[in-house]
């Protein structure tokens, strides 16, 4: 661990542990995790699958537009890392994809188009749940050092539990309806980056960032203030100009 990394390391704990004794929102904690984890790990982004009720995976969040695409692919085409890291409770390790063709022909092929050589996927757990996993995606070939996978699980452990802390769900049933709230959130957030986006003549990623800074600033949840934007009831001017302000004070 380098020196210039470990406060970076520090506040991404931080901010993790504060969902556990905040009125937090799941999805914006979820992003915060995959962004931890493509800013402090040895990768390039990450991207998180989160399983429903019924045990079908679905995106949950994505440290970039790039990721979010791949990460899509897996569920649409029932083929990937994560996919089997979910399905098996364990990490998945790729870390030359040029040498994965028979494990995941299609995702192989959809990764190396957009530049991703490697990938390690981990399982997100509570005690006997797998809730989802994580994709941890890399532009070079080769394995993540051991540091670096102790920190991502450590990440992910924290997060975990932070999911089902708000209604100190153990049981199976209760995780579930928690996990289907956040997917049903997660939609909504989807539809308000893309109105925030047209409006605002933005990329996804710009877009997703107007909205976080937003809902921050207003110490309000990202589901909430996405909410109002969809249906009309917070206008997206107000929304581009808190950003735009916002900028142009730093």
Not at 55 to 61: P, S
Not at 231 to 240: K, S, W
């Amino acid at each position: 661990m380098t020196e210039d990394r470990e406060p970076q390391i520090i506040r991404a704990f931080v901010e993790l542990s504060q969902e556990l004794i905040e009125d937090y929102d799941v999805i914006d904690m979820l992003a915060q995790l995959t962004a931890s984890c493509a800013s402090l790990l040895d990768i390039s982004s990450a991207g998180l699958l989160l399983g429903d009720s019924r045990g079908q995976l679905h995106l949950a969040a994505a440290s970039s537009e790039r990721t979010h695409h791949l990460e899509l692919f897996q569920l649409q085409r029932d083929e990937g890392p994560c996919l089997d890291s979910f399905h098996d409770g364990e990490p998945v390790s790729a870390p030359d994809l040029d040498a994965a063709a028979h494990r995941w022909p299609q995702f192989q092929r959809a990764a190396l188009d957009v530049g991703i050589r490697s990938v390690h996927a981990l399982p997100m757990r509570l005690k006997d749940n797998v809730l989802g996993a994580v994709g941890l995606f890399g532009d070079e070939t080769g394995d993540l050092h051991e540091d670096d996978l102790a920190l991502a699980q450590a990440l992910v452990h924290v997060a975990s539990v932070a999911i089902v802390h708000e209604r100190a769900a153990t049981d199976r049933a209760s995780i579930s309806a928690l996990l289907d709230y956040a997917l049903t959130s997660r939609i909504v957030v989807e539809q308000a980056k893309g109105a925030l986006a047209y409006a605002g003549d933005l990329d996804m990623d710009d877009a997703f960032a107007v909205l976080r800074l937003y809902a921050r600033d207003h110490r309000r949840k990202l589901s909430e203030v996405a909410n109002e934007i969809v249906n009309r009831l917070l206008p997206y001017d107000d929304v581009l100009q808190h950003a735009r302000s916002s900028a142009s004070s730093t």
